[in-house]
């Protein structure tokens, strides 16, 4: 049976002035909370208690190692004792010296078994250690019983010491090693949360610098009738921080071009938080302006503008220009988007780089409606085959009930590993995907064989799903290698494609074949888009464009 260990919430507490406890008294984990002890910090920065904890842990091992180092001296000393007696018994021959023998370090082994238990009494958890030192004690005053036995009986009870103080040497040992090994267990998850701690500590600093010693005037209150207003990059880095909160609401009052330096490196708002707090569930209007040269790298994390946004977590007429997101999965807006909707958000010059799911927009959809929306840009990906790698221009991986309406993609995609590719959506992994009235220009370069490519939809599952009056222009000349692809639908499985077309021989596909060039006509009467209000005819570029 090991020894009960103490919890590092139980000790953080003990070591912290009792700061801690109620503020994660209801969690039932052992390990402290991050998030509270964050709250902690920030109610109170100035307290620097948690800092000494490594110190008073290293304190606290050497007072509870420090006793058990006692007790083995103490029971090297009876062992002693016991030798001595053994030495004597072997050397007597008559009843009265075998009695001296054994009674001449009676006092000694009083006084020692008085030392042992008041060493083994301040010890905490220590009922495995009273258990054999009242095995102990009654063997040696069995021990004393027997100076008028013979001398074979007295030579047994020996042996019946001499093992309890074997076995007792060893538990004592046992607590030794398990206590360093323990004690450097806690020590190491101070250290991380002292790191962590002082990330926070570090991210309040800054944001009470902006807020006081810039003297940064806020407006707004959060609300959605009175939402916090941002007018530059400190407005938009304050989201999530402090009192703007992620359940709050947002509105840009002004175009924001950030400074491209070497240490750029946008962090997605809410990528400083853990678990639900981390996920953007108020709203972000752009009110028609741009934020420019936003740009990560973080190869072992999601990357987006925002990390996830759920229920409610709305973005509107916002333009994303210039962004550049590097990492393990990687969209411009978001790369979780849940029960929300989108309308009026477009990325210019996009650059994505990932190697898991990956959207021009956002990542993965569950619950989603995006309307009159659009993605330029390119989509580059690693040589490594993967099946995790799901490519779309506006979303990689619809995972549930997802609408997309009146959109368009323009993409370069270089890609030799992606599992599956869509012009707007790289697969449909559950029921009901709509897309309706978009269309997407794409150009796929380096395909693999083992990559299932489509103009509008990669993979198409569901009786559910559906493609109506869309078109893409796809480019798969360059180097392509695909054995499944299609100008529409790379692989169907079920689902619906209608009145929808694709240029050149891949449109026999689950679609039919686009006459080139395009006319204003032939988007308004065959395809029946809203020239007035919703399109209109690029005659430029022989191109619909989003009013």
């Known amino acids: 049976m090991e020894p009960k260990r103490i919890s590092q919430l139980e000790m953080a507490n003990e070591l912290s002035g009792n700061e801690i406890l109620p503020l994660v008294q209801n969690n039932e984990t052992k390990n402290i909370s991050l998030r509270s002890i964050s709250k902690f910090i920030e109610n109170d920065i100035e307290n620097n208690e948690l800092h000494s904890i490594?110190?008073?842990?290293?304190?606290?091992?050497?007072?509870?190692?420090?006793?058990?180092?006692?007790?083995?001296s103490q029971l090297n000393e009876l062992e002693t004792d016991i030798f001595e007696i053994k030495v004597a018994v072997e050397k007597a021959t008559t009843k009265k010296e075998l009695k001296e023998a054994i009674l001449a370090l009676e006092e000694d082994l009083d006084q020692l078994l008085l030392d042992l238990q008041q060493q083994i009494y301040s010890l905490e958890d220590n009922g495995e250690l009273i258990e054999e030192y009242t095995k102990l004690r009654e063997d040696l005053n069995?021990?004393?019983?027997?100076?008028?036995?013979?001398?074979?009986?007295?030579?047994?009870?020996?042996?019946?010491?001499?093992?309890?103080?074997?076995n007792f040497k060893e538990l004592v040992n046992t607590f030794i090693e398990y206590n360093v090994n323990e004690v450097r267990n806690d020590i190491k998850d101070i250290k991380e949360l002292m790191t962590s701690m002082n990330e926070r500590i570090f991210d309040i600093e800054e944001n009470i610098k902006i807020l006081k010693e810039e003297k940064i005037e806020t407006f707004g209150s959060g609300t959605s009738e009175d939402p916090w207003q941002i007018f530059n990059e400190q407005d938009l880095k304050r989201i999530g921080h402090g009192n703007w909160v992620l359940s709050d609401h947002y509105i840009l009052m002004d175009n924001i071009t950030l400074a491209i330096t070497e240490e750029s490196n946008w962090s997605p708002i809410g990528s400083h938080l853990e678990g639900w707090d981390s996920v953007f569930t108020g709203s972000f209007n752009g009110n028609n302006k741009y934020i420019k040269n936003l740009k990560t790298i973080d190869h072992d994390n999601e990357v987006a503008f925002i990390k996830q946004c759920a229920a409610g977590g709305a973005i509107k007429n916002l333009i994303l220009d210039n962004c550049d997101f590097t990492g393990f999965s990687a969209a411009c807006f978001s790369t979780t988007l849940e029960e929300t909707n989108i309308i009026n958000c477009h990325v210019i010059n996009g650059k994505l780089n990932s190697s898991a799911i990956t959207g021009g927009l956002f990542g993965l959809s569950y619950e989603v409606s995006i309307e009159n929306c659009s993605f330029s840009g390119i989509i580059i990906t690693p040589d490594n085959w993967s099946p995790n790698l799901q490519i779309g221009g506006i979303i990689g991986r619809v995972v549930k009930d997802t609408t997309i309406k009146d959109c368009y993609v323009i993409i370069n995609i270089s890609s030799k590993n992606a599992f599956s590719i869509g012009g707007i959506v790289g697969i449909s992994n559950d029921r009901s995907t709509r897309i309706e009235n978009c269309y997407s220009k794409t150009n796929i370069n380096n395909g693999s064989k083992d990559s299932i490519i489509g103009g509008i939809i990669g993979i198409m599952q569901w009786s559910t799903d559906l493609v109506r009056n869309c078109f893409s222009i796809i480019d798969l000349s360059n180097n392509i290698d695909s054995d499944s692809y299609g100008g529409i639908v790379g692989a169907r499985e079920s689902g619906n494609v209608q009145n929808s077309f694709a240029s050149n021989l891949f449109g026999s596909r689950h679609g039919s074949l686009l006459q080139l060039p395009l006319t204003e006509t032939f988007i308004r009467n065959t395809l029946g888009w809203d020239l007035n209000t919703t399109w209109e005819w690029n005659s430029e570029v022989q191109l619909p464009k989003l009013k």
Request: hydrophobic share 30%; charged share 50%; no cysteine.
């Open 142 to 166: 069995s021990l004393k019983q027997t100076h008028n036995k013979d001398k074979e009986a007295v030579k047994e009870k020996l042996k019946d010491v001499e093992l309890d103080i074997e």
């Open 54 to 72: 490594k110190e008073k842990l290293n304190l606290l091992f050497d007072e509870k190692n420090g006793k058990l180092r006692v007790i083995e």
